[in-house]
């Protein structure tokens, strides 16, 4: 097939790969996700572009450029790190996850397509389990937001389902297609592997709203409390204080001592470095330093009991009212 041939979408995922990760990365943060998944399959189906389909394709874009004898190189790696710099390791998993554990021609793509509010009517009445397959497939704010709409009950069940689903056998997803057949109008035409778990429900309850997520947990705790533990885990991690407002950042450094947060600190990253250090007082900042520096080796085990410690406050303040972590369900106050 020659460059002529080549859809739209190829065309334009041969120009990201030529340009580079880090140009590639900040032209997907300005895409929407549908075009971030299609551009995304393109790429890591890429395999060796030849040098005359790579110049033809970049001139056709750019009428000064050309290829010269370099090839663009794709496939699952690359598109991987891509979308990781655009986006973040957590999205670009969903992406990814949803782009090779579904077909692409699967009628869920319909369904994401739909406003929250008709696919909640949709699926209201359904069984909780045909509602926490549907949800596991569609992307986590859409998600949040059905589940914000059910009842408590139904939350606190579908939740708990989804915690604990585990991969879906296609005569069940035959049993569900049927099910919503007479109600929408098209069918899924594939068989689907779905897969939910503690770190799906987390990742919806981070994109839900504050009263949602609490209602949710309550019923998650009278139902399986170890499961809602290990959910609880999963939604604010250490690294998440990058999300804290300076002011909130303040209240909580007040409560962890010297030793506790270079222990948590020796393994962070330097952006979460650099936000913590310049929410504690130069005083403070050069102490912790000094420990980091002097500390010498120390068990992974012990940093994350330690980086866990600071989580806990973290939740304790939120639930005092001291602090506030925006979550993408809830608008921002100024």
């Not at 060796?48 to 794709?74: C, I, M, Q, R, W």
């Not at 059910?150 to 991969?167: D, F, H, I, N």
């Not at 030793?259 to 102490?287: F, T």
Request: proline share 2%; with cysteine.
């Amino acid at each position: 097939m020659s460059a002529k041939q080549f859809s739209s979408s190829r065309k334009a995922a041969i120009v990201l790969v030529a340009l580079g990760r880090d140009v590639a990365s900040e032209v997907l943060k300005h895409l929407d996700e549908d075009e971030i998944e299609t551009l995304t399959r393109e790429i890591a189906n890429l395999r060796d572009v030849s040098p005359e389909d790579k110049e033809e394709v970049l001139t056709e874009f750019f009428n000064d450029l050309t290829a010269g004898e370099l090839y663009a190189h794709g496939g699952f790696d690359y598109a991987r790190e891509v979308l990781t710099q655009a986006m973040g390791g957590s999205r670009a998993e969903d992406i990814l996850h949803r782009l090779y554990t579904s077909p692409k021609d699967s009628g869920l793509v319909k369904l994401r397509n739909l406003d929250s509010y008709t696919l909640a009517e949709l699926i209201k009445d359904e069984h909780p389990q045909t509602i926490c397959l549907i949800l596991s497939q569609l992307q986590t704010a859409q998600a949040a937001a059905i589940l914000a709409s059910l009842s408590p009950e139904l939350q606190g069940e579908v939740a708990l389902r989804m915690a604990t689903m585990e991969k879906i056998s296609p005569h069940v997803v035959k049993n569900v297609q049927n099910a919503l057949q007479s109600q929408i109008e098209t069918t899924f035409n594939s068989e689907l592997s779905a897969t939910g778990g503690t770190k799906v429900v987390a990742e919806i309850l981070n994109q839900a709203d504050r009263a949602t997520e609490k209602q949710v947990l309550k019923q998650l705790e009278e139902k399986n409390p170890d499961i809602a533990a290990e959910i609880k885990d999963l939604m604010f991690v250490f690294e998440d204080i990058l999300i804290l407002d300076d002011l909130s950042v303040q209240k909580v450094m007040r409560e962890v001592d010297v030793k506790q947060l270079s222990l948590a600190l020796k393994a962070a990253g330097d952006d979460v470095k650099r936000k913590i250090l310049s929410n504690v007082s130069e005083r403070v900042a050069q102490m912790v330093q000094e420990e980091i520096e002097f500390m010498g080796p120390v068990r992974l085990k012990d940093v994350e009991e330690a980086q866990h410690q600071i989580v806990e406050i973290i939740r304790r303040l939120e639930d005092a009212g001291e602090i506030v972590i925006t979550r993408g369900g809830e608008e921002i106050i100024v």
